[in-house]
């Protein structure tokens, strides 16, 4: 599986971006699948994950829950994140991520449990 993550872009406080992350071959609804952000200088942390398969499961940061919205379209292969209210603090470079086999949340959560990674996509938010 190949992950091409678009949609990043320089913003100002307040307002909203649309990440996008479409996967390459075949299955993706058999893949759970994951946000993830790293700032300069910090460790790449947890922004929001969904479950493979029609349940679609939704997990959140803290940090972003009721701010951010991860949704998935299987006839496109991508996987969605809509980040609305944006704070200078979400700055980062965002990467998706796909695993096959992994359930619950501290799977979701956990960079380990996933298999396939895109390049990233920068974040920028303005104050």
């Known amino acids: 599986v190949q992950l091409q993550a678009s949609g990043g872009g320089l913003v100002h406080a307040g307002d909203s971006l649309r990440l996008s992350c479409t996967a390459s071959g075949r299955a993706f609804g058999s893949y759970g699948m994951g946000w993830f952000r790293q700032a300069p200088g910090k460790e790449r942390e947890f922004v929001a994950g969904?479950?493979?398969?029609?349940?679609?499961?939704?997990y959140y940061a803290d940090s972003v829950k009721g701010r951010f919205t991860i949704s998935r379209d299987n006839n496109k292969n991508t996987v969605y994140l809509q980040m609305n209210s944006l704070k200078p603090e979400d700055t980062a470079v965002y990467f998706c991520?796909?695993?096959?086999?992994?359930?619950?949340?501290?799977?979701?959560?956990?960079?380990?449990?996933?298999?396939?990674w895109g390049h990233g996509t920068l974040v920028t938010v303005s104050s």
């Open positions: 969904i479950t493979w398969s029609s349940y679609s499961i939704t």
């Open positions: 991520a796909a695993s096959q086999g992994i359930s619950g949340s501290s799977w979701y959560r956990n960079a380990a449990s996933y298999h396939y």
